[in-house]
């Protein structure tokens, strides 16, 4: 689910501007450091120091984003790919940089709440209470996301910009704002994951390079532009890696990779994607 969450931020982006964002997982990083920043700064209110945290981080990185966008990502949208790949991996590094002089390079942990603390038990066997929730809030942004782009007027002009951006712009809706949006909507789920993910392990340096990885593995897999894609690719490529570490843990994380290519020579344009002729 935090991939689900991830990929579809990072295909939404892909869909909308076309451009391949490496910066992506850097969102992600950052929004569970400001979450490990606002349960610190509330840690006398623990009740609802996380819950505040999981409403501020994810929203101040969809705004920081959309400032990204608009002051770096936009000077590149017509230039060749090699311009997007060297300005997206530039930003990574600053922006890694800039997280070590705030956070320094000491591992951070959060605590789950109370209220999500302890285990169900599905079938006889234990499972957190976290992983419940983070399997209904994902579903709940999944149907969200689908309701956004296909029963809203907001939704149709995104769609409307992805299949013919000129006719849009002649027709004056403002596409650089809706740039903007998009890719800050991308970040607000990149940071929604961070902000989830943050109770279930280290937050540290690296993790964003770590998840960036299996996040274009997934968004690859389903299909670049389509949200049911990200959400089978996810599915898909996080049972792969489950069972892989089962059977052949030596092996689990090369396998993805083996999956994405015989994806990519069976349907270049992923599982649920469609072929860059349709979507003229």
């Known amino acids: 689910m935090i991939l689900f969450l991830l990929a579809s931020g990072l295909s939404l982006i892909f869909g909308a501007l076309r451009v391949i964002n490496f910066t992506h997982g850097s969102f992600y990083m950052i929004s569970a450091y400001l979450a490990y920043a606002v349960v610190t700064a509330l840690a006398d209110y623990p009740a609802v120091g996380f819950w505040v945290a999981l409403v501020v981080a994810p929203i101040a990185t969809g705004i920081f984003g959309g400032l990204v966008e608009y002051a770096f990502f936009r000077r590149v949208y017509a230039r060749e790919l ?48 976290y992983i419940i929730f983070l399997i209904v809030v994902a579903a709940l942004i999944g149907v969200g996301l689908w309701l956004l782009l296909y029963r809203t007027k907001l939704g149709k002009t995104i769609r409307a910009v992805v299949y013919d951006r000129h006719m849009v712009s002649a027709l004056g809706i403002n596409v650089p704002r809706m740039y903007s949006l998009v890719f800050g909507l991308g970040c607000w789920l ?46 898909l490529m996080g049972e792969l890696y489950a069972f892989g570490i089962l059977i052949f843990p030596r092996v689990a994380l090369a396998s993805l990779f ?12 992923g599982l649920l994607g469609k072929p860059e002729k349709e979507r003229a």
Do not use: H, N
């Open 82 to 129: 090699e311009y997007q790949l060297l300005l997206t991996y530039g930003l990574v590094l600053v922006f890694s940089d800039v997280v070590r002089f705030i956070w320094g390079e000491e591992y951070r942990s959060l605590s789950r709440p109370a209220v999500l603390g302890g285990p169900v038990f599905v079938f006889g066997k234990p499972v957190p209470v």
């Open 190 to 235: 990149a940071g929604l994951a961070g902000g989830l993910m943050a109770p279930m392990g280290s937050i540290t340096l690296g993790m964003d390079v770590e998840i960036i990885v299996e996040c274009f593995v997934v968004v690859v897999v389903g299909g670049m532009g389509s949200i049911l894609g990200a959400l089978l690719g996810a599915l």
């Open 258 to 269: 083996l999956a994405m290519t015989v994806v990519l020579v069976i349907r270049p344009w």
